[in-house]
């Protein structure tokens, strides 16, 4: 596609149960990166890749999170246990490193934990 | 750590008119990247201009232009001749010269009216 993926573009789960956010980055971009937006909040590093290249986890809030980019294309990220603190919307963004900073954000998947 | 500040959660401006939004940052590199992006009510992030430090002179793109004060660690945008799609929650952004992540500041929300 032309812009960055993400689905699903909302997501209710209850306390406890696990979730999955897909990203679909810019065909070529290597850079992928994940950030949380909470309600009238700026956005929060959570992680990035690029490339082959080790995963800046720095950003992850807890050990519940995790994520992965596999064929250094598509990325997930998974909560584990959601808690209602989890709810907020996830962005995925993708970029060329050549560009710096020039970050391609998709609409963001929606998360509401009850 | 670097930090970003906008102190401005909420603007407005009639349309046609000129709004400045502010945002401070607190760093101790000499060379660095800075950005503002727009967040429209659809969700989706686009970037609007980029400054780099190293560079005198302020960035402009078409009616938005910057401000950028070094020694203050001041990146102000301007919008000149405002319109209605403008309206957005506007994002100030800090990214070091060799880091892999941008820093946002919380936001303000700037809205137009006719």
């Known amino acids: 596609g032309a812009g960055v993926s993400q689905s699903p573009s909302n997501k209710v789960t209850e306390k406890g149960k696990d979730v999955e956010l897909r990203c679909d980055p810019i065909s070529g971009h290597t850079a992928l990166y994940w950030y949380r937006q909470s309600l009238g909040q700026g956005l929060e590093f959570l992680i990035y890749?690029?490339?082959?290249?080790?995963?800046?986890k720095s950003g992850l809030p807890s050990d519940r999170f995790s994520a992965e980019r596999t064929g250094g294309s598509v990325s997930t990220l998974t909560i584990q246990r959601t808690q209602q603190e989890d709810s907020a919307v996830y962005l995925c963004a993708s970029s060329l490193v050549s560009v710096r900073g020039e970050l391609f954000f998709g609409e963001g998947s929606r998360l509401t934990v009850l | 750590a670097q930090t970003v500040t906008q102190s401005q959660p909420e603007m407005s401006v009639q349309e046609a008119e000129t709004v400045t939004l502010s945002c401070t940052y607190d760093?101790?590199?000499?060379?660095?990247?800075l950005f503002w992006y727009k967040q429209p009510p659809s969700r989706q992030m686009i970037l609007v201009i980029r400054?780099?430090?190293?560079?005198?002179q302020n960035a402009t793109e078409n009616r938005f232009s910057v401000n950028f004060q070094k020694a203050a660690k001041s990146f102000s945008l301007k919008i000149s001749d405002s319109q209605l799609g403008d309206t957005a929650m506007y994002f100030c952004?800090?990214?070091?010269?060799?880091?892999?992540?941008?820093?946002f500041g919380a936001g303000t929300i700037l809205r137009v009216k006719s």
């Open positions: 760093t101790s590199e000499n060379n660095y990247y």
């Open positions: 890749f690029q490339g082959n290249s080790a995963p800046d």
């Open positions: 952004a800090f990214m070091k010269e060799y880091g892999n992540k941008l820093v």
């Open positions: 400054q780099e430090a190293y560079k005198q």
